[in-house]
């Protein structure tokens, strides 16, 4: 079991944000109103591009629709975050048409994890921060929105040094510096080898995945490990990786394994148990800031260092 030591911090008030749908359309309407609603209790100004009745097939709205909600999203002068509402699947037949220029050149701060993992690529290889954070559905459980899940992202957006704790098991005591990159693994392997791949050298990749069997995800980071990607990586940190179901013919094989074998062949440290993925209490991580790992006694700390 990993356990992950949460930090207090004190929620900033008056946001400008705004809510955009570049991929899925939401499981339940009733819950944007509930995130929307939290949002604007916390006393953050809060601007929504999402509108029901323009969702098509699985989408949030048609991709033309999705990239204007993007585009003025980002022109709104009266915005200064912009939160994905969920990630699912979408992003990848916009990328094409927005402006990312433009995007990477607003000054808004932008937000999300999951399918959202290819606006931060975006914006990685124009040097610009992004936060792999919450999404609208993080703050529309209602009165049980995860109090860790909030007071890392106000913390995040509030200074210029933001940390995560938590505990990775089996990881000897270390200090690395490097730069944060990384995400969802499915979606960073799908860009690969595309003009939207973006990699950092002497980087610190995170990731986490959802409904992945093990051998599925040693199949992606063995596609990276072969791409000549890993091994210019100071360490990789995993977070989340649960939803899937294994089989009676793994015969012993599971995650442990999995991770075990990744380990055998790789000569840098690939830790466990960082608070990130599609999971109820997780981490705020500015993607591209300068960031030390440090691991004693098992107890992990990455401190992030950043201006956007």
């Not at 098509?56 to 022109?75: C, I, N, T, Y």
């Not at 107890?299 to 950043?306: C, D, P, R, S, V």
């Amino acid at each position: 079991m990993q356990t992950t030591i949460a930090t207090a911090a004190t929620p900033i008030s008056h946001l400008k944000i705004a809510i955009v749908a570049p991929s899925g359309a939401p499981l339940d309407e009733d819950a944007v109103i509930r995130g929307i609603t939290f949002l604007r209790q916390c006393g953050h100004q809060v601007h929504s591009y999402y509108h029901p009745e323009e969702k098509f097939q699985r989408f949030a709205a048609s991709d033309q629709l999705r990239v204007e909600q993007m585009h003025a999203a980002a022109s709104n002068p009266d915005v200064d975050v912009v939160i994905a509402l969920r990630g699912s699947y979408g992003f990848s037949r916009i990328l094409p048409y927005l402006n990312l220029d433009l995007l990477a050149k607003s000054g808004k701060k932008f937000v999300g994890y999951s399918d959202f993992t290819l606006m931060h690529q975006a914006m990685l290889a124009r040097g610009v921060k992004s936060v792999a954070g919450p999404m609208l559905g993080d703050f529309s459980h209602s009165d049980n929105v995860s109090d860790y899940t909030v007071s890392q992202f106000f913390a995040c957006l509030s200074g210029t040094q933001h940390s995560v704790e938590f505990v990775s098991e089996g990881t000897p005591d270390l200090q690395i510096q490097g730069r944060l990159w990384g995400g969802n693994l499915a979606m960073l392997v799908h860009t690969l080898g595309t003009p939207y791949w973006t990699q950092l050298e002497d980087g610190l990749l995170f990731l986490e995945d959802i409904g992945e069997h093990p051998y599925r995800v040693e199949r992606m980071l063995l596609q990276l490990h072969f791409a000549g990607v890993l091994a210019k990586q100071k360490a990789i940190v995993l977070g989340d990786f649960s939803g899937y179901r294994l089989a009676p013919h793994d015969n012993g094989y599971d995650f442990a394994e999995m991770l075990k074998y990744v380990r055998s062949i790789l000569s840098i440290p690939v830790l466990t148990g960082l608070p990130f993925g599609h999971i109820r209490d997780h981490a705020s991580l500015v993607v591209g800031s300068d960031v030390t790992l440090q691991v004693e006694q098992e107890k992990a700390t990455l401190t992030m260092q950043y201006l956007f």
